[in-house]
């Protein structure tokens, strides 16, 4: 297949034609919180396709933004990730994020939804200068998935799966967990009503809160499961 172009000497367009194509910036989302199987991407893409997505990937490659290689025994699996290139994506990437939270509505009959698809809200909203001298770990867990967010000094990462020692973990099913995260219910009623259950020292539960733009009164740290 051609590869479209813009045929613009403009930094923006040429963005555009590495990445205006559709899918592939949800790929991008996707590699965000770590390395993906070629069936991992499959399934977050659903309608995609494994054709197309064998050329998006192809094209990612060859644009120097992600790179495959084999997971260590007894895994053994081959994986995609992104390079450090593909990695400078990802603050283009939160400010879409953000914008398009006004836009999202409530859920569309048919439509798709994972909960570490709002990684990027919270990093969106991810308050830098609170979270200087802090490190910590929280584990979010929604329904069936798990993902957790570590906190160093200022920076969050946001990553797939169970924390070793997570200092707080959340509990929740999806809808409370868009409610929340979406700032559309605070995290205080949710808590006191049994919608989210938060187990660790109060005091991280108020900096994770505070630092991730989610506020919570103090008297709250009582509602702790």
């Known amino acids: 297949m051609t590869k479209r172009t813009y045929r613009q000497y403009c930094p923006l367009a040429r963005t555009m034609d590495i990445l205006g194509e559709r899918w592939t910036v949800l790929m991008i989302r996707e590699l965000l919180l770590g390395p993906r199987r070629f069936k991992d991407l499959l399934e977050a893409l659903d309608g995609m396709g494994t054709n197309l997505l064998s050329e998006r990937l192809k094209m990612l490659e060859a644009e120097g933004l992600a790179q495959r290689r084999t997971l260590p025994a007894p895994a053994g699996s081959a994986v995609y990730e992104l390079t450090e290139r593909g990695r400078g994506l990802e603050p283009a990437m939160v400010e879409l994020a953000r914008w398009g939270v006004e ?16 990684a990027l809200t919270l990093k969106a909203t991810f308050n830098a200068e609170l979270a200087r001298g802090i490190h910590e770990v929280y584990e979010f867990r929604v329904d069936d998935t798990v993902f957790h967010a570590r906190v160093d000094d200022g920076h969050l990462t946001i990553t797939d799966g169970e924390a070793q020692r997570p200092d707080l973990v959340f509990a929740a099913n999806a809808e409370t967990f868009v409610a929340v995260g979406l700032r559309r219910v605070s995290a205080l009623d949710a808590v006191r009503r049994g919608k989210l259950k938060a187990e660790g020292p109060p005091e991280s539960l108020l900096r994770c809160v505070e630092i991730l733009g989610l506020p919570m009164p103090a008297q709250s740290s009582s509602a702790l499961g």
């Not at 999202?104 to 909960?115: I, N, S, T």
């Open 103 to 118: 836009s999202l509505g409530k859920p569309r009959e048919g439509e798709a939804f994972r909960p570490s698809w709002l």
